[in-house]
């Protein structure tokens, strides 16, 4: 596929798009720690809240001493279980709709927040304000909790089993197991065509996202001057991803139209692919309301440590031939539910979206036992998904152990078409991108624990591929302004660490032939243009809507720049009114529209490029208006999730071992993308560092760790939680393709995290020692592998 239904989709020459190095345009608030995040609001006489949060992992609050908690100096109000407030939270009155906080596989809770605390650290029904967070502590303490302790999973290999205590309703499956599958084909049938069958275990933990901005809201109460209402307006600092619905999702909860929903912070710190709300941005305004004060909650570093991925036990079972080629393929997982609010996309979603449809395999069959446990939340749709990416990345490696192939030969095999399982082609990005990775990483496979670096540790290396999609969820609503010559972009923000807002500026430069820095990115929370959407949908697509929007503008300017060469105003004068003296005639002069374009700035006669006007010029005081809604045609990616191939990426990595230390290395990542077209390099690069620390953390450092008695999360804190520094991160070579086989903006598709990988690692360091080692592969794993430990 291409660009072939927006306006310029084929261009061929580029001064803006792809440009390395352009800066944000928030960049200098952000490095410079002025940038203002929600916590960093402070308004006079204001309050500050705190939930009640379990110190158990599975637990029903029955009691609290208010009366106590009254009396503590500086407390202001508190609300329970109880107060009427607190109940009808979510419905009409106090807000229009009840807060989404559902979404488990094991159902949802029945309210915004209830007496129920589905893990440790978990919000109940109880909430102390006051004058301080200091006597809000306080207050809580006086309240003296009086609590029901439960029966907890944290085990989900022991919750599974059929004696294991039910620890909340599951109406979709039996005890704490909902089962799902997903089939194709007659797998009892591969396997008996199969020359060779293989079993292995593919085993990931939980890891953390760990948005290093905590979460935190301030709101107030006013009455806003402009608004014909004796209605209050609403001010809430402590922006809402516009994925999550932005600003208005709160609004909405309190019967708010947009414009009485205001908002001035645009930073939200690095979030990427978090859809959740957190309590504290959504009950804040609730607070404020009862005590007529603005009301500030945020969250603290340790309840940040939400999940970005699942835990999940699968074993598989392959059959292939004798050259390499699958005919069945059996996956058995055991995945974390986790706690409500929880993402489903890394669990059953997996199976429709997933690397096997990717194959020429025709016989598959999943099994998935998704478990309620009381681990913790995952408000991501995930950095790894589909989790199950290596589960075939593993099969791969280990069948070409066994026929004492190179694994790109058996992925090169099993690759299906472009078009879907049955067709016999190459894919040409695949291709691509395999021809230049080998190139980058001097590839030459060797067998598994045949080769010794000079210092004495053993030599690994993995391949893997993925598909670059673009997800087609979200629609979009351009607009663009010209006024006093110059180009505006006006866009809602907030800024989440996703420079998509600068990609469709350059878009708009590139249309309009102008540089980067004429466009004016004019951030304004009331605005309308949202470019950030659901997954990789949201540079590339908005750019496609924003570069017919521009196109739409290009046509005004150059009717404008006729009109105005036609009707030039007189330079001088006082007012307008008259006085000054005739301009020279414009080089633009009896041209039309058609005639003229723009280019460096300047508008210009195609024919005779020579007679030219600066655009301010060429437009004179014509103040212009250009909108556009829509998205672009639906990517193949959303029509097949796998049956069709464009965009591809591949990864590479090369791993040292010591192997009387047992210590891993990562020498390097390689990496070769195609998204279709590269629109901010800078950012692409950026992704590409950021999913490589994500894949390096969980393979070989990051993991959780539970009191399984209590439950208790035993490491959510920066110093036992070992997250990746920069100082841990190796070097990563990238190389960008572009085949323009997309088709949003100029044939681009998209990245995603489609790079961020769970095994690839783990699979260098079987080639390297010959064990398996589950991630994360510490030195007292590795050793164990190896029979040392």
């Given at each position: 596929m291409a660009d072939l239904e927006g306006v310029n989709g084929q261009r061929e020459e580029f001064k803006v798009v792809g440009k390395p190095n352009l800066p944000g345009r928030l960049s200098y608030s952000l490095a410079t720690g002025i940038a203002k995040f929600g916590a960093d609001y402070v308004f006079p006489d204001m309050l500050h809240a705190k939930f009640l949060r379990s110190p158990y992992a599975n637990a029903m609050v029955k009691s609290v001493d208010v009366a106590a908690a009254k009396k503590v100096p500086g407390v202001v109000d508190i609300l329970t279980w109880e107060d009427e407030d607190?109940?009808?939270?979510?419905?009409?009155?106090?807000?229009?709709?009840?807060?989404?906080?559902?979404?488990?596989?094991?159902?949802?809770?029945?309210?915004?927040?209830?007496?129920?605390?589905?893990?440790?650290?978990?919000?109940?029904?109880?909430?102390?304000?006051?004058?301080?967070?200091e006597a809000c502590d306080e207050g809580l303490k006086a309240l003296n909790p009086q609590w029901e302790v439960r029966p907890h999973?944290?085990?989900?290999?022991?919750?599974?089993?059929p004696d294991a205590p039910v620890i909340r309703e599951n109406p979709r499956g039996k005890g704490n197991v909902t089962v799902v599958t997903n089939n194709r084909g007659d797998v009892e049938a591969g396997f008996k065509e199969a020359d060779q069958i293989i079993e292995y275990d593919f085993n990931m933990p939980a890891f953390c996202g760990h948005v290093p901005n905590p979460y935190a809201s301030v709101a107030y109460w006013y009455h806003d001057?402009?608004?014909?209402?004796?209605?209050?307006?609403?001010?809430?600092?402590?922006?809402?991803?516009?994925?999550?619905?932005?600003?208005?999702?709160?609004?909405?909860?309190?019967?708010?139209?947009?414009?009485?929903?205001?908002?001035?912070?645009?930073?939200?710190?690095?979030?990427?692919?978090?859809?959740?709300?957190?309590?504290?941005?959504?009950?804040?305004?609730?607070?404020?309301?009862?005590?007529?004060?603005?009301?500030?909650?945020?969250?603290?570093?340790?309840?940040?440590?939400?999940?970005?991925?699942?835990?999940?036990?699968?074993?598989?079972?392959?059959?292939f031939k004798n050259n390499g080629l699958i005919t069945a393929i059996e996956d058995f997982s055991i995945a974390d539910a986790g706690v409500p609010p929880v993402s489903t996309l890394g669990t059953s979603g997996d199976q429709g979206y997933g690397p096997y449809f990717t194959t020429r395999c025709l016989n598959i069959k999943q099994t998935m036992e998704v478990v309620n446990s009381n681990r913790g939340k995952m408000y991501t749709s995930g950095q790894h998904c589909p989790f199950n990416w290596d589960a075939l990345t593993m099969a791969l490696h280990i069948i070409a152990d066994k026929l004492n192939k190179d694994p790109i030969e058996i992925a090169t095999l099993n690759l299906h078409g472009p078009t879907d399982y049955t067709d016999p082609n190459p894919v040409p990005s695949y291709e691509a991108c395999v021809k230049e990775g080998k190139k980058l990483m001097n590839w030459n496979w060797h067998a598994t624990g045949a080769k010794k670096l000079p210092d004495g540790r053993m030599h690994g290396a993995a391949f893997r591929y993925q598909m670059c999609p673009r997800h087609s969820f979200s629609s979009y609503n351009s607009k663009l302004e010209l006024r006093n010559g110059k180009v505006h972009m006006p866009t809602q923000g907030p800024c989440t660490g996703i420079y998509a807002v600068e990609g469709n500026a350059m878009v708009v430069a590139e249309e309009l032939g102008l540089r980067y820095e004429d466009i004016s990115i004019d951030f304004d929370p009331m605005e309308v243009f949202a470019p950030v959407g659901g997954g990789s949908d949201g540079t590339t697509a908005s750019?496609?809507?924003?570069?017919?929007?521009?196109?739409?503008?290009?046509?005004?300017?150059?009717?404008?720049?006729v009109k105005n060469a036609e009707n030039p105003p007189a330079q001088g004068g006082f007012g307008g009114f008259g006085g000054g003296k005739a301009p020279a005639p414009s080089p633009l002069k009896g041209c039309k529209a058609e005639d003229l374009d723009i280019k460096d700035g300047k508008v210009y006669v195609k024919s005779d490029p020579g007679r030219s006007v600066p655009l301010a010029r060429a437009v004179g005081?014509?103040?212009?208006?250009?909108?556009?809604?829509?998205?672009?045609?639906?990517?193949?990616?959303?029509?097949?999730?796998?049956?069709?191939?464009?965009?591809?990426?591949?990864?590479?990595c090369e791993v040292a071992v010591d192997t009387e230390t047992g210590q891993v290395e990562i020498v390097r990542f390689g990496v070769v993308a195609d998204p279709g077209k590269v629109i901010?390099?800078?950012?692409?690069?950026?992704?590409?560092?950021q999913v490589m620390d994500f894949s390096a953390g969980c393979q070989l450092q990051e993991d959780y760790f539970y009191d399984k008695n209590t439950g208790v999360k035993l490491n959510a804190n920066m110093l036992d939680y070992k997250k990746v520094s920069m100082l841990d991160m190796p070097r990563v070579d990238k190389q960008f393709l572009e085949t323009r086989a997309g088709n949003a903006a100029y044939g681009a598709n998209g990245i995603s995290h489609s790079l961020a990988n769970t095994h690839l690692v783990i699979c260098a360091i079987y080639n390297a020692i010959g064990k398996w080692v589950d991630p994360p592969a510490t030195p007292d794993k590795v050793l164990k592998a190896l029979g040392k430990a």
């Open positions: 607190l109940i009808n939270f979510g419905r009409a009155g106090g807000a229009s709709k009840k807060p989404p906080t559902g979404g488990g596989m094991g159902g949802q809770q029945s309210a915004f927040v209830d007496q129920i605390a589905d893990m440790e650290d978990d919000e109940v029904a109880v909430i102390v304000v006051a004058e301080t967070e999973v944290v085990d989900i290999l022991e919750g599974r089993k001057p402009l608004q014909s209402t004796e209605q209050q307006s609403l001010r809430i600092e402590g922006p809402v991803w516009t994925a999550s619905g932005g600003k208005d999702s709160v609004g909405r909860m309190y019967g708010l139209p947009s414009e009485m929903v205001k908002q001035e912070s645009l930073f939200q710190g690095g979030k990427y692919c978090d859809w959740g709300l957190r309590k504290v941005q959504q009950i804040t305004p609730l607070l404020s309301r009862r005590t007529g004060r603005p009301v500030r909650m945020a969250i603290t570093r340790k309840e940040m440590y939400d999940f970005n991925m699942n835990q999940r036990f699968t074993h598989m079972k392959v059959g750019a496609w809507v924003t570069k017919e929007c521009a196109n739409l503008l290009k046509k005004q300017i150059l009717e404008a720049a005081q014509a103040h212009l208006f250009a909108t556009f809604s829509g998205r672009p045609p639906t990517a193949l990616w959303a029509t097949g999730m796998g049956r069709y191939l464009d965009t591809m990426n591949i990864a590479m901010r390099l800078t950012s692409l690069e950026s992704q590409i560092d």
